[in-house]
C-alpha cells in the first residue's frame, strides 16, 4: 500500500514538474516573440526615416540625382513607368541637380512602359538642355532596360555588364496531346472567331500565328526605331545580328558604338557631370507600407522560428 501511495505521489510530481517545464518553454518564445517583434519596430522606424533625413539634407546643394530602375520593367512592378518618370520630374525639376544617372539593373519587361518612359526622357532632356541625363548600367541593360537606355544623353556600363537583347518576344505552351493522353475534354465557349487566340488546349492556328508574328515584328520595329533615335550616328548598325536580340558584355558594346563607355556611378558623378555628392531620387513605397511590409516580413520570420520549426533547446 505504501508502495503504491510513494509511486502515484511520484507520478503526480513527476506530471507536475514537466507541466512547468513546459510553461516556462512556451513563456520564453513568446518573450522572445516579442522582444524581435520591438526591435524590428525601432529598427524599421530608424531604416525608414534615416534614410529620409540624408536625402533631405542634400537636396538644397549642388548635387548628382540618382534615379534606380530595378528588375522587371511592368506596370505591377517596382521598375514601372509612373514610378520612374515621377522620379526624374523630380530630379529635373530641382535647380541644384547638375546633371542625372539613371541607374540601370534590369532585363526588360513591357514594351508599353518602356516606351512611356523612353518618351518622357526625351521630352524632359528637351525642356533642360542644360541638365545632363546619363544611364549607367549594372549587371544587365536588356530588351526594355535598353530600349530607355538609349533615351540617355549617354550609356555607361561595366566591362562585364550585359547589355542589348533588341528584340521583342511572346511565349506560350500547347498541351493537345497531354489532354487527350489524359482523357480531358476541352470546354471553351466563344463569341468571335479569334477570341481564344493562342489557346493552348487547341491545336495551332496557322492563320492566328501569323498575325502575332506580324504585331510583334511591328513592336520590334519600334524599338529599333527608338534605339536608333536615341543612339544616333554612334550605333554601328552594320554589326550583324545587332537587332537580333543578341546580347554583348558592356567592354564589347562599346566597340559598336551601344554604349559610350565604361564607368560607374560614382565615376559618373564625380568625373563627368562633377558633383560627388550623391542624391538617390527613387520612388519608394509609402512610409507605413514600407514599415508594414517589414514589420509583417519580421514577424513570420519569427513565428517560423519559435513556433513552427522544431528547434534543440
Known amino acids: 500500500m505504501n508502495d503504491n501511495n510513494t509511486s502515484w505521489e511520484r507520478e503526480v510530481v513527476t506530471q507536475l514538474a514537466e507541466s512547468s517545464l ?9 518573450g522572445i516573440f516579442f522582444k524581435s517583434l520591438t526591435f524590428a519596430y525601432i529598427g524599421a522606424i530608424i531604416y525608414i526615416y534615416g534614410d529620409a533625413s540624408i536625402s533631405a ?8 540625382a540618382v534615379v534606380e530602375l530595378n528588375g522587371i520593367i511592368a506596370d505591377s512592378q517596382e521598375a ?3 514610378s520612374i518618370i515621377t522620379a526624374l520630374r523630380e530630379a529635373f ?3 541644384n541637380s547638375a546633371g542625372i544617372i539613371l541607374r ?4 526588360g519587361g513591357s514594351p508599353v512602359q518602356s516606351g512611356y518612359i ?10 533642360n538642355p542644360d541638365t545632363p541625363l546619363y544611364a ?3 549587371d544587365i541593360c536588356a530588351s526594355g532596360g535598353y530600349y530607355i537606355a538609349s533615351a540617355a544623353d549617354k550609356i555607361y556600363a561595366d566591362k562585364a555588364s550585359i547589355i542589348g537583347s533588341i528584340g521583342v518576344r511572346m511565349d506560350n505552351f500547347g498541351f493537345v496531346d497531354a489532354i487527350n493522353k489524359l482523357g480531358i475534354e476541352r470546354r471553351t465557349l466563344t463569341a468571335g472567331e479569334n477570341k481564344a487566340l493562342l489557346d493552348p488546349f487547341l491545336p495551332e492556328n496557322e492563320k492566328a500565328k ?9 513592336i520590334h520595329q519600334q524599338f529599333i526605331n527608338s534605339v536608333k533615335e536615341g543612339r544616333g550616328d554612334r550605333l554601328d548598325t552594320s554589326v550583324k545580328g545587332l537587332f537580333s536580340g543578341l546580347i554583348w558584355t558592356g567592354e564589347a558594346a562599346v566597340d559598336i558604338g551601344m554604349v559610350d563607355g565604361l564607368a560607374s556611378s560614382s565615376y559618373v558623378a564625380r568625373e563627368i557631370i562633377g558633383e560627388e555628392t550623391i542624391v538617390n531620387y527613387t520612388v519608394k513605397e509609402d512610409l507605413l507600407e514600407r514599415f508594414a511590409e517589414r514589420l509583417g516580413s519580421t514577424v513570420a520570420q519569427v513565428i517560423s522560428t519559435q513556433f513552427i520549426n522544431p528547434t534543440l533547446r
Open 22 to 30: 513546459r510553461e516556462q518553454r512556451r513563456a520564453r518564445r513568446w
Open 57 to 64: 539634407d542634400k537636396l538644397n546643394e549642388k548635387h548628382t
Open 80 to 82: 514601372n513607368a509612373d
Open 93 to 95: 525639376d530641382n535647380e
Open 104 to 107: 540601370i539593373n534590369s532585363p
Open 118 to 127: 523612353y518618351d518622357e526622357m526625351r521630352r524632359l532632356r528637351k525642356e
Open 136 to 138: 549607367v548600367v549594372t
Open 210 to 218: 501569323a498575325h502575332m508574328q506580324t504585331m510583334l515584328t511591328e
